[in-house]
């Protein structure tokens, strides 16, 4: 355990402004309260939910809401880290001393005001922690919640709709690839989607059956023809814009279209109102924190036994395309974004100079930042 003496003060943290803009500032080490735990954070991947927060989007998308964001905020979902305080509590007491995988702790009254893992300390809620094995590094357990989650929530929903096929956009993306193994050992069939033949090339490496080239011509003819063959009633949408009324316009009676992403980062669109009333079909929303909220904790507990057994023998697995320092983050945004496919990029928060990204991963007792000392 960490003494409360050699706790830093201060340290380094990305936060984001009102209006989508961010820096890198020095800002106070927070104090967990009780049932939170204090970690130092050593490894945080940027997602595109990550990304939607920093330019600003979930500002604009959410004013009108009634959700409550305490800007200036530290932002990033998931991480991990070792838990070196405890403020109280059986469950965080245990918990000091180990490394785990954590997420952004979970507030009340639809607030966001305690920062999340793109700072060198963050607190969270001890119910929002989970040890890591020994075999699992700081990156994969980084990676732990969000993505495997929401394939397997993806799962849960398929076998409660009772569908007979599924169709999936983003499909050669990270969180894509994992749902193309879990459906695989379901048997589910799925239909993949994605917008360029590079892309489907990944997808025809792991085996994917159906995939389809939103840019080719005849998209939209075949995407017909394989939902009526398949019957795919539920569909899994990550792009919005207009895409998201193209495919429903080929779904069948009955069917579903669960929206889970933006990677237009346009508003959905082009639905076509007669066909949703005379088709009977449903457009939703999903966020992974509000399906596990729906989960007792006995489930949430066999849910993650099942996603550790899932990273461990590498159906969970992302590849890891570039490793960043906080003060990287902002140039590599853009680059990031162009290139989702290739795998994600990690944060060391730890780190003060850039990476070089060589095969092997930063060492993590070397290049670390000093916390910031106010009489210097």
């Given amino acids: 355990m960490v003494e409360a003496n050699q706790i830093p003060t201060m340290q380094y943290g990305l936060r984001v402004h009102s209006g989508g803009t961010f820096q890198i500032e020095e800002i106070e080490v927070p104090r967990p309260g009780p049932g939170q735990v204090l970690i130092k ?21 959410f004013k009108d809401s009634g ?17 070196i305080a405890s403020g109280g509590g059986l469950l965080a007491w245990r918990l000091v001393g180990k490394r785990v995988a954590m997420t952004k702790t979970d ?7 305690i920062g999340g893992c793109y700072q060198q300390y963050m607190i969270t809620s001890a119910l929002q922690c989970l040890a890591l094995p020994d075999d699992v590094s700081f ?3 980084a990676m732990h919640f969000v993505n495997p989650l929401t394939a397997i929530a993806f799962v849960d929903i398929v076998k409660n709709h009772k569908a007979q096929a599924v169709i999936q956009t ?5 969180l894509g690839r994992m749902f193309v193994k879990l459906a695989q050992e379901e048997r589910i069939p799925l239909i ?14 792991l085996g994917a059956e159906y995939i389809l080239n939103s840019s080719e011509p005849d998209f939209l003819e075949r995407l017909g023809e394989l939902s009526k063959k398949l019957k795919a009633s539920l569909c899994f949408e990550a792009v919005a814009g207009d895409l998201t009324g193209d495919i429903m316009s080929k779904m069948p009676y009955g069917s579903k279209c669960i929206v889970y992403g933006c990677l237009s980062e346009q508003p959905v669109g082009g639905i076509e109102s007669l066909v949703l009333i005379g088709r009977n079909q449903k457009l939703e929303g999903f966020l992974l924190n509000n399906w596990m909220k729906s989960k007792s904790l006995w489930g949430l507990g066999s849910l993650i036994t099942k996603c550790i057994r899932l990273m461990r023998n590498k159906t969970f697995h992302s590849e890891i395309a570039k ?16 290139n989702m496919t290739l795998g994600k990029y990690i944060i060391y928060p730890q780190q003060a100079k850039p990476i070089e990204n060589e095969d092997t991963k930063p060492q993590q007792d070397q290049q670390t930042v000093e916390p910031y000392n106010p009489s210097n």
């Fill in 67 to 83: 959700m409550n964001i305490q800007f200036p905020i530290v932002p990033g979902w998931e991480g991990s880290g070792t838990v």
């Fill in 323 to 338: 490793r960043v320092s906080l003060f990287q983050v902002e140039s590599e945004i853009p680059e990031y974004q162009k």
């Fill in 41 to 61: 954070v050593e490894c945080a991947p940027i997602n595109p939910s990550d990304i939607f927060f920093l330019k600003g989007i979930y500002e604009e998308s």
């Fill in 107 to 113: 507030e009340p009254n639809q607030t966001l005001s």
């Fill in 139 to 141: 990156e994969v357990g």
């Fill in 192 to 205: 993949n989607i994605v917008r360029r033949q590079e892309q489907a090339q990944i997808l025809q490496e």
């Fill in 170 to 174: 983003g499909a050669a993306s990270q």
